[in-house]
Structure formats: structure tokens, C-alpha cells
């Protein structure tokens, strides 16, 4: 790709990067690095290898750089192994004006990159380490290297950008010393013609709803995320309880942080399905797990079938997957908490279910029971209420389009790089 001298070079690093997506920071890199690519010279360096031209995904004008996990650290803790890597993405993003990282993954490749090469470093937050202390779980000894490389590039970054005002107050708090004026607020957006209600009696849609064992005439209440702490999964299981038998219970939900969190889900799926079963056994349980990741067109049709979206998470800085929902028409019933309340207006998009949480970094409900309760009577409200269900997924589709526009946040993104390199060669 030859660069335009008088164009600004961003360098975005990231874990996630298509067709190797997981989660809402994989997507957040992926739309962001398209709608940049008409405003400055976009290059993306992503983890899992180099991607063929032409791969799906892939964002036009926007050049790849895909780096392989190091054979050397095959057998090492993974937090090291990600450093590998990021050590190769730090030499790679030399002639950049400006390198802008996103997560943990790739905090230290922008760190390190923005040191040896003399350029501003802003990083995403998408989350925080020390508000995540379950993946102690997952990495063991690499959380702390994690949380390292989190709180070394935070306090070195030339710029900080929160995706919700919540997310914001979380980095100043586990962050004090970041000077406030470097961290700047700038939401998630979403591809609304990507994200839109199929038309009534679409044989596509119906077929893939169906063919996932979706019956689309019974109303539902839908669960997308990956299988981890902090999205609330346990709760909204014990939470399903109390939905009528009729209602179905669709879960798309897979990629689980350990095989802990994955046998707890398994074992509290199976008491829920036997306990609306019935005594006798034989009835239908309505209870739909899909645990494969859905393309889109498929996700979008089981969001089109459903009733109502329920996001249960005890940790949340703004959740993408709320906004997905919205643009398909669906209210949601979500947790009180991070930038959840920033994207569901209460009453009018959707319903926000009020927690009390632990104030050590898990954000564990102080009492589960109530929340279970309070989840249940939100969901049994939405669900009995067809007509209120629907005009607050049409008013959540309007508020995506006014507030969530991807348009608005490249504007607003490149706003915080001008500030950023305006205020570095002071």
C-alpha cells in the first residue's frame, strides 16, 4: 500500500482481528479501522498469523499485519507467549505517527512500539485487569504479568480513551495517578447496515432460526457472550427459573475461560432443563444452547425471533452486544452497572436491573439472591408485555441510530489523536 505523505499513519494493534474474532474488542478494532481508513492511513497488526488477501472480514483499504505466536513460547504460561508477540508488533509499527492499542493482548506492543519509535501511544479500554481478578483462573502467575503490562502502558500512554463515562471513573479510580485531562470518553459504535431486523416472514431468516432448534413462533429471551465471570451467565440461569414454560431460553454463548466456569454452566443448564421438563420428564424444556460463534446474518435472525435481550453481567464497560440488539429492535433487560445504564435507557429501551456489587475488583452481587430475583421479575416483565417489548425495541433501534452511529465515533476518535499529538510536541 503506498502512503499518502500528507495523511496521518495510525498503527491499531490488537489481539483480535478477522476472521479471529471472540469478543466486542475484536469487532470494536475491526469497524473502527474501516471507518478511519477515510480519514488517516490504517494499519492494523493482529494476533494468529497473516491473513491471505481477500479473507473474510477483512475491512477494505485497510492494510493487515498478522503475527504468529512464537514457537519458542509454545509450552510457556500464555501471558508470556503474548509478549512474544508483542515484542514483534513493537518493531512493526515503526514510520507510524501514531500507535493506538487495544487490550491487555496488545497494550505492551503499543507501549514498547510508541518508546522505540518515538510516537504517541493511546490506548482502548475495553476493560480492566484489576476489575477481572477471576482470570487468575485462566492465566495463573500471567495475570500479574497482565496486569503489568495493563497498568505499565496506561500510566506511559500519551492518551487514554474510555468507551463509556463509567469505564472512565473505573480507570481513575484503579488508576489515580492518570492525569484526568488524558483520558477522553469516546462509546462503541455499531455497523447499523449490518445490524437490522430482516423483513416479516424472510425464508432465510426463518430457516436459520429453525435449523438451530429455534422454534421463531414461541417468544424468547436471548443471551449472547462468551462463557466468563463477569458476564453473569450462573445468574441468569437461576434467574430462568421463573420464566413461564412457553418462553424459550436461547443461549449463544461458547469460548469459556476455563473448564471451571464451562462445567459450572453445564451443570446449571441441565437443572434448568430438567426442571422445566416437569415432574413427568417428557415436556419441552425450551432451553436452547448454541455454542458455536454464529455468523452475523445467523446471529442477527435469532435477535429478529427473540423477544427480549437480557445482558447479566456484574461487569460490563459498555457492551457491544446491547447495542447489537437494540439495532435489531430488541429491548433489553440488562445490569445496573459500568456503561450499561449509558446505553439502555431505562423504561424506554429496556429495563436496568439494580445490583449492589463488591467493591474488590469482582464485582460479585452482596446479595445474588436478590439480584436472581430482581433478574427473573425484569425478564418476567418484558416477556409479558409483547407490545410494551416492542415498542421499546423500536425506540432502542431509533436511540442506536442518534447515539451509536460509527460515522460519529471515527469523528470523535480522531478528535482525541489530534488532541494527543498537538499537546506531544508541546
Sequence with gaps: MNRDVNRLRVDLLTREFPPHVYGGAGVHVAELSAVLSPHADVRVHAFDGPREPGTPGLPDGVEVTGYAALAELSGANAALGTFGVDLAMADGVAGADLVHSHTWYANLAGHLGGLLHGVPHV??????????????????????????????????????????????????????????????????????????????????AEAAVRRLGIDPARPSVVFVGRITRQKGLPYLLRAAAALPPEVQLVLCAG??????????????????????????????????WIEEMLPRPDLVAVLAAGTVFVCPSVYEPLGIVNLE???????????????????????????????EQATDGTGTPLDPDRFVADLGDALLRAVGDPEAAARMGAAGRRRAEEHFAWTAIAERTMAVYETVLATSRV
Excluded: C, F
Excluded at 476493560?127 to 503489568?148: C, I, N, V
Excluded at 421438563?277 to 425450551?286: E, H, Q
Excluded at 433489553?332 to 450499561?340: D, L, N, Q, S
Design 255 to 288: 469460548a469459556p475461560d476455563t473448564p471451571e466456569i464451562l462445567a459450572e454452566v453445564k451443570a446449571l443448564v441441565d437443572e434448568l432443563r430438567e426442571a422445566r421438563r416437569g415432574p413427568s420428564g417428557s415436556g419441552d424444556a425450551g432451553v436452547v
Design 123 to 204: 490506548v482502548t479500554a475495553h476493560s480492566l485487569e484489576p476489575l477481572r481478578p477471576w482470570k487468575a483462573e485462566q492465566l495463573g502467575g500471567g495475570y500479574a504479568l497482565s496486569s503489568w503490562a495493563e497498568r505499565t502502558a496506561y500510566l506511559g500512554a500519551a492518551g487514554v480513551i474510555a468507551v463509556s463515562a463509567g469505564m472512565r471513573a473505573d480507570i481513575l479510580r484503579v488508576y489515580p495517578e492518570l492525569d484526568p485531562e488524558r483520558v477522553h470518553v469516546v462509546h462503541n459504535g455499531i455497523d447499523l447496515s449490518g445490524w437490522q431486523r430482516p423483513a416479516d416472514g424472510d425464508p432465510a
Design 325 to 355: 440488539a437494540m439495532a435489531v429492535g430488541l429491548p433489553v433487560v440488562g445490569t445496573a452497572t459500568g456503561g450499561i445504564p449509558e446505553v439502555v435507557a431505562d423504561g424506554e429501551t429496556g429495563l436496568l436491573v439494580p445490583i
